[in-house]
């Protein structure tokens, strides 16, 4: 959650303060539903996060689903901040590249994210199992 939100201020800061033909970047259309969406995307990965780690019991599913669901996203997020600002993106005075460095990084420590997928549905299997053989679930 932190480098998305953090690509989408990088992202916005340079919208503010890059000027075309005269005119803040952030007064063209375009700029302003890319800057909405990355507000949006980070947005919902941190409800995602709070909303399952209100729990009082953990489990594994649900923190498998949060952390693959937040990398992921805010890889998103941070790829859309890296082509709002162009060549750019890519100095290491904005710091937007090192955000993508980290960011690749989340997506692999404490497991790699399809392994992260995978237990998901591994914490529910038997569950799935016994409702199949009371034949309340059919496909």
Do not use: Y
């Amino acid at each position: 959650v932190g480098f998305a939100r953090h690509a989408t201020e990088i992202a916005m800061a340079f919208a503010c303060h890059e000027r075309v033909a005269g005119r803040p970047l952030i007064d063209r259309q375009h700029v302003q539903l890319a800057l909405a969406e990355m507000q949006a995307e980070t947005a919902a990965i941190r409800a995602l996060v709070w909303q399952f780690s209100r729990r009082r019991v953990p489990e594994q599913a649900k923190a498998s689903i949060a952390k693959f669901q937040a990398s992921d996203r805010a890889q998103v997020v941070i790829e859309r901040a890296m082509a709002l600002i162009g060549e750019q993106a890519l100095l290491h005075g904005t710091g937007l590249e090192r955000v993508f460095r980290d960011n690749r990084l989340t997506r692999i420590f404490e497991g790699t994210n399809q392994i992260n997928r995978l237990a998901v549905i591994e914490d529910q299997q038997e569950l799935l199992l016994a409702e199949v053989r009371r034949g309340r679930f059919n496909p």
